[in-house]
């Protein structure tokens, strides 16, 4: 029998510059793989076109990041009135299909407020925990997407849940390792997605809990205060 899950709730520090760091170092990574595959495949149509593709996706991405310190130099996370479950439906449809052939999506998307975010960096903190989810089942699984209305210190919050059927951690490594930068037991990467995520979850006043066991799968859990009353605001470092 699996061991049962624990509910592991790991604090949050707000560190505005080790998300755009790590959103820097990631686009400096996609264009230096690029670079090192264009000499044996330049002449291929496809390699073409995916080239095409990167560099546009990837000066859009850094035009964003440039124009938020443009326009304000301490502004970096805005809010603006977004749905939470629409982010995650983006998100779903972007991912790469050899990503999620092996894979059953579990999709339990259910009516849930308009919250105060950011929805570029909402949507980057839900893909670490999405590729997390998907990288844990390296031969295949189930990862199930959940969101809901929680009652929680007699306030509402938005609950989402992102599940695998992976291999599970155990709660030393969650308590330890799991959210420090730059710890990654991948070959490649930076090792900063998980830390980054905390962190921008931390700048919506949210906190991510981990339920997890060894041979049980994992779940993450963000819970995000609903500011029924609020008004447009910049949040500032």
């Excluded at 390699?47 to 440039?66: A, C, N």
């Excluded at 849940?161 to 930068?181: C, H, K, R, Y």
């Excluded at 830390?195 to 963000?222: D, M």
Aim: proline share 4%.
């Amino acid at each position: 029998m699996a061991p049962s899950k624990k509910v592991t709730r790991v604090s949050l520090q707000k560190t505005v510059d080790s998300v755009v760091i790590h959103d820097m170092k990631n686009l400096a990574f996609r264009l230096s793989a690029l670079l090192q595959n264009m000499e044996n495949n330049y002449d291929n149509p496809v390699f073409k076109q995916s080239v095409s593709e990167i560099l546009t996706d990837t000066i859009q991405k850094m035009e964003t990041i440039v124009k938020r310190f443009r326009d304000q130099q301490q502004q970096i996370v805005v809010k603006l009135r977004c749905d939470v479950n629409h982010i995650l439906k983006e998100l779903i449809e972007e991912l790469p299909q050899k990503r999620i052939r092996n894979m059953q999506l579990n999709l339990q998307l259910n009516e849930v407020p308009l919250i105060w975010g950011d929805p570029f960096y909402l949507h980057n903190a839900f893909h670490s925990l999405i590729e997390n989810g998907l990288d844990a089942m390296p031969e295949g699984g189930s990862l199930g997407i959940k969101t809901a209305v929680v009652r929680r210190h007699r306030k509402n919050r938005i609950s989402v849940e992102i599940s695998d059927t992976g291999v599970g951690m155990t709660q030393a490594f969650v308590e330890n390792q799991l959210f420090n930068p730059f710890n990654t037991t991948k070959a490649q990467g930076l090792g900063l997605g998980l830390f980054t995520s905390q962190q921008i979850f931390s700048l919506h006043r949210g906190r991510i809990e981990v339920l997890t066991a060894p041979g049980s799968g994992t779940t993450f859990r963000v819970l995000i205060p609903v500011e029924e009353d609020g008004k447009n605001e910049v949040s500032h470092h």
